[in-house]
Protein backbone atom coordinates (compact mmCIF):
# COMPACT_ATOMS: atom_id res chain seq x y z
CA UNK A 1 0.00 0.00 0.00
CA UNK A 2 1.74 3.56 -0.80
CA UNK A 3 1.44 6.40 1.74
CA UNK A 4 -1.13 8.40 1.52
CA UNK A 5 -0.23 12.52 0.08
CA UNK A 6 0.04 15.08 3.30
CA UNK A 7 -3.11 17.44 2.24
CA UNK A 8 -2.14 20.54 0.48
CA UNK A 9 -5.28 21.63 -0.23
CA UNK A 10 -8.75 22.13 2.34
CA UNK A 11 -11.89 22.84 1.21
CA UNK A 12 -14.62 24.22 3.97
CA UNK A 13 -18.08 23.19 3.16
CA UNK A 14 -19.25 19.22 2.33
CA UNK A 15 -22.19 20.00 0.24
CA UNK A 16 -22.74 19.18 -3.35
CA UNK A 17 -20.63 22.45 -4.03
CA UNK A 18 -17.72 22.15 -1.95
CA UNK A 19 -17.56 17.73 -2.27
CA UNK A 20 -17.84 18.73 -6.21
CA UNK A 21 -14.83 21.45 -5.87
CA UNK A 22 -12.55 18.73 -3.39
CA UNK A 23 -13.49 16.19 -6.29
CA UNK A 24 -11.97 18.15 -9.08
CA UNK A 25 -8.77 19.20 -6.90
CA UNK A 26 -8.03 15.58 -5.84
CA UNK A 27 -8.64 14.03 -9.53
CA UNK A 28 -5.87 16.91 -10.56
CA UNK A 29 -3.40 14.90 -8.01
CA UNK A 30 -3.50 16.82 -4.97
CA UNK A 31 -4.80 15.42 -1.55
CA UNK A 32 -7.63 17.35 -0.08
CA UNK A 33 -8.99 17.40 3.37
CA UNK A 34 -12.78 18.37 3.29
CA UNK A 35 -14.27 20.20 6.25
CA UNK A 36 -17.63 18.88 6.82
CA UNK A 37 -20.25 20.12 10.40
CA UNK A 38 -21.05 16.78 10.78
CA UNK A 39 -19.22 14.02 12.00
CA UNK A 40 -21.38 11.04 10.05
CA UNK A 41 -20.83 12.87 7.17
CA UNK A 42 -16.93 13.31 7.59
CA UNK A 43 -17.10 8.93 8.59
CA UNK A 44 -19.36 8.44 5.14
CA UNK A 45 -16.73 10.39 2.97
CA UNK A 46 -13.61 8.93 4.59
CA UNK A 47 -15.03 4.79 5.31
CA UNK A 48 -16.93 4.35 1.59
CA UNK A 49 -15.99 7.83 -0.37
CA UNK A 50 -19.47 8.63 -1.04
CA UNK A 51 -21.42 11.77 0.08
CA UNK A 52 -24.64 10.57 -0.81
CA UNK A 53 -27.14 13.38 0.39
CA UNK A 54 -24.96 15.41 -1.92
CA UNK A 55 -23.30 13.74 -4.52
CA UNK A 56 -25.91 10.39 -5.02
CA UNK A 57 -24.18 7.87 -6.81
CA UNK A 58 -20.35 9.54 -6.88
CA UNK A 59 -17.15 7.65 -5.79
CA UNK A 60 -15.11 9.96 -4.29
CA UNK A 61 -11.51 10.08 -4.80
CA UNK A 62 -9.07 8.29 -2.01
CA UNK A 63 -7.26 11.36 -2.04
CA UNK A 64 -10.02 13.09 -0.26
CA UNK A 65 -10.16 12.48 3.73
CA UNK A 66 -12.91 14.47 5.40
CA UNK A 67 -12.58 15.44 8.52
CA UNK A 68 -15.65 17.34 10.91
CA UNK A 69 -12.38 19.18 13.00
CA UNK A 70 -12.09 22.73 11.51
CA UNK A 71 -8.79 23.36 12.97
CA UNK A 72 -7.67 20.28 11.68
CA UNK A 73 -8.73 21.17 8.27
CA UNK A 74 -7.03 24.22 8.12
CA UNK A 75 -3.80 23.99 9.86
CA UNK A 76 -0.87 23.62 7.55
CA UNK A 77 -2.63 23.98 4.32
CA UNK A 78 -1.26 26.32 2.13
CA UNK A 79 -4.58 26.86 0.02
CA UNK A 80 -7.92 26.91 1.33
CA UNK A 81 -11.67 26.71 -0.87
CA UNK A 82 -14.10 28.38 1.41
CA UNK A 83 -17.45 26.74 0.51
CA UNK A 84 -19.77 27.46 3.05
CA UNK A 85 -24.08 28.19 2.08
CA UNK A 86 -24.15 32.10 2.79
CA UNK A 87 -25.77 31.67 6.14
CA UNK A 88 -22.84 30.29 7.80
CA UNK A 89 -20.18 32.07 5.74
CA UNK A 90 -19.03 34.51 8.68
CA UNK A 91 -19.28 32.02 11.63
CA UNK A 92 -16.81 29.96 9.97
CA UNK A 93 -14.60 32.89 8.78
CA UNK A 94 -14.77 33.99 12.64
CA UNK A 95 -13.66 30.11 14.16
CA UNK A 96 -11.06 29.85 10.50
CA UNK A 97 -9.60 33.24 11.49
CA UNK A 98 -8.11 31.75 15.01
CA UNK A 99 -5.79 28.86 13.33
CA UNK A 100 -4.98 31.20 9.62
CA UNK A 101 -1.83 32.17 8.74
CA UNK A 102 -0.85 35.57 7.10
CA UNK A 103 0.85 32.44 4.52
CA UNK A 104 -2.49 30.75 3.27
CA UNK A 105 -3.75 31.64 0.55
CA UNK A 106 -8.05 31.31 0.65
CA UNK A 107 -10.17 31.63 -2.11
CA UNK A 108 -13.90 31.88 -1.38
CA UNK A 109 -16.62 29.82 -3.42
CA UNK A 110 -19.80 30.91 -1.94
CA UNK A 111 -22.45 33.23 -3.67
CA UNK A 112 -25.43 34.99 -2.72
CA UNK A 113 -25.79 37.48 -0.28
CA UNK A 114 -25.53 37.64 3.45
CA UNK A 115 -29.16 37.51 5.40
CA UNK A 116 -30.02 40.90 7.49
CA UNK A 117 -26.86 42.61 6.20
CA UNK A 118 -27.35 41.94 2.42
CA UNK A 119 -23.58 41.95 1.30
CA UNK A 120 -21.90 39.97 -0.92
CA UNK A 121 -19.16 37.63 0.51
CA UNK A 122 -16.19 39.59 -0.40
Request: hydrophobic residues 40%; contains cysteine; glycine residues 8%.
Amino acid sequence: MSARKQPQVAVLGAGNWGTTVAQMIATNGHAVTLWCRRAAQAKEINGRHTNEKYLPGIELSSSIRATHNLHEAIAAVPLLFLIVPTKSFRQVCAAAGDVLSPEQFVVHGSKGFENGTRYRMS
